[in-house]
C-alpha cells in the first residue's frame, strides 16, 4: 500500500467515527463533486477532498464555533486544524515532503480559497453542504440557522456552482425553501 492509498484508509476510519452523521457522506460527496467540477483532478487534490473537514471527527481537538467571534475565523482555525491532522496522518504514512504539500495546502485553504486547487474544493465542499449535508443541518440547528448557514455557503460559490446548487434545489424543497429565504 503506497502512502496516498495508507492515508485514505486512515481518513475514512477516523471520519467515519465522526459523531455528525452526515460527515462520511460529505467527505465523499465532495470528492465526487470535485470530479465534477475538475475531471482531471489528481491524487493529491481528490486526497484533500476526501480529508478537507478530518478535524471534526475527533471531538477533543475539534475546533469549538463558541470560540472565535465570528464565523469566518472558526472555519479558518477549522481548515487549520482538519490541515495539521492530515499532515500527521500523511507522516504516519510514509509520505513525502511533497505529497503532504499537494495534500495539506488546499485543506489548509478549502474555506477561503486562493488558488486553482483550493479554489476548487472549496467550490465542491460548498456545493456539498447544499447536496448531502442541508437537511441533517436543518434537522440539527433548526430553520434560522440552516438560512443563515446556507447563505453563507452560497456566497462562497461561483456563477457556476450557485448553478449547481439552483440544479439541486429543482428536486430538493428544503433547499428551494432555504434559497428563498
Not at 495539506?104 to 447544499?130: N, Q, T
Request: contains cysteine; hydrophobic residues 40%; glycine residues 6%.
Amino acid at each position: 500500500m503506497n502512502s496516498l492509498e495508507c492515508a485514505r484508509s486512515k481518513i475514512r476510519r477516523i471520519i467515519a467515527g465522526s459523531k455528525v452523521p452526515e460527515d462520511p457522506a460529505h467527505a465523499e460527496n465532495t470528492v465526487v463533486w470535485l470530479l465534477r467540477l475538475d475531471p482531471h483532478a489528481d491524487q493529491f487534490l481528490l486526497l484533500a477532498a476526501l480529508a478537507h473537514d478530518g478535524e471534526r471527527a475527533d471531538e477533543v481537538t475539534k475546533v469549538r464555533r463558541g470560540a472565535f467571534v465570528d464565523y469566518d475565523a472558526y472555519k479558518a482555525a477549522h481548515a487549520s486544524h482538519s490541515a495539521e491532522i492530515v499532515r500527521r496522518i500523511l507522516e504516519d504514512c510514509g509520505a513525502s515532503e511533497v505529497e503532504m504539500k499537494e495534500v495539506c495546502g488546499p485543506v489548509r485553504l478549502h474555506e477561503v480559497g486562493g488558488e486553482p486547487r483550493s479554489d476548487v474544493l472549496k467550490e465542491a465542499d460548498a456545493i456539498s453542504f447544499f447536496d448531502t449535508n442541508l437537511h441533517m443541518y436543518h434537522q440539527r440547528e433548526g430553520l434560522s440557522e440552516t438560512v443563515r448557514r446556507s447563505a453563507w455557503g452560497y456566497r462562497r460559490l461561483s456563477a457556476r456552482g450557485r448553478d449547481a446548487v439552483v440544479g439541486l434545489a429543482e428536486r430538493d424543497p428544503l433547499l428551494r425553501r432555504v434559497l428563498s429565504q
